[in-house]
């Protein structure tokens, strides 16, 4: 069965700098995504940056940004020039074709001022 | 577009009662579905509809959860009879047809089982 890990329980950033959430997961598949999502206290989960396992460039959105190594099956997270609203849950998922998301455990981002 | 709804936000029982979640998802969205969050951890799916009809439950505990979607629109998921290890967010998702097709969150039901 496929697995998500994420190895950071707990992560902090400063305002402005920068940070990287990362993830590993195991599949024996070729053709799968891969999506980062942000889980505010408010408990909406929100799409923040996705993947397509066959795209050898790796994806960006604004600040977020991904480094996807297929071979090492890592999909880590880098969020730029920090802010306050960035601090949340973060959940790294892994989906196939007709099938729901997988989520890893997650990483608690804290921002500080 | 209005977003994914559920209901109730949040809910207290005591273990061996019964509790149903209700969920709208977005308009047009064929696909449905149900996730159970534990404190700490990350969504697991229970349940996955196409229109009306299940595509996935194989990790839906059917001794005491079931779910349904009449009419491939709005859905229920149902615990009967509640256990301690049931206590949760149940989270309720829904999106087009399409791998690629982001899947929209509402905000979630808290159970709280006593």
């Known amino acids: 069965a496929q697995t998500v890990t994420q190895s950071q329980p707990e992560m902090s950033v400063q305002e402005a700098e920068t940070v990287t959430l990362s993830c590993t997961y195991d599949t024996s598949e070729s053709d799968y995504y891969l999506f980062w999502y942000k889980q505010p206290p408010s408990r909406q989960m929100i799409l923040v940056i996705r993947?397509?396992?066959?795209?050898?460039q790796n994806a960006t959105e604004n600040r977020f940004s991904v480094n996807f190594q297929k071979a090492a099956k890592s999909f880590s997270l880098k969020i730029s020039d920090s802010q306050l609203g960035d601090a949340a849950m973060y959940f790294c998922?892994?989906?196939?074709?007709?099938?729901?998301?997988?989520f890893g455990k997650g990483t608690t981002l804290s921002v500080s001022s | 577009e209005a977003g994914v709804a559920q209901s109730p936000r949040y809910k207290i029982i005591e273990k061996r009662q019964s509790v149903a979640f209700w969920c709208n998802p977005i308009s047009g969205h064929a696909t449905l579905y149900w996730y159970q969050q534990i404190l700490g951890q990350g969504p697991k799916l229970l349940i996955q509809?196409?229109?009306?009809?299940?595509?996935?439950d194989s990790q839906l505990p059917k001794d005491r959860f079931s779910a349904e979607r009449l009419k491939g629109v709005d859905s229920t998921l149902k615990i009967q009879p509640a256990k301690l290890e049931d206590s949760a967010v149940y989270l309720c998702?829904?999106?087009?047809?399409?791998?690629?097709?982001?899947?929209?969150f509402g905000d979630g039901t808290r159970l709280s089982i006593l």
């Open positions: 509809f196409q229109n009306n009809g299940v595509v996935d």
């Open positions: 998702a829904s999106s087009q047809t399409g791998t690629l097709q982001p899947q929209h």
């Open positions: 993947q397509e396992a066959y795209k050898q």
């Open positions: 998922a892994y989906k196939e074709a007709g099938t729901a998301l997988i």
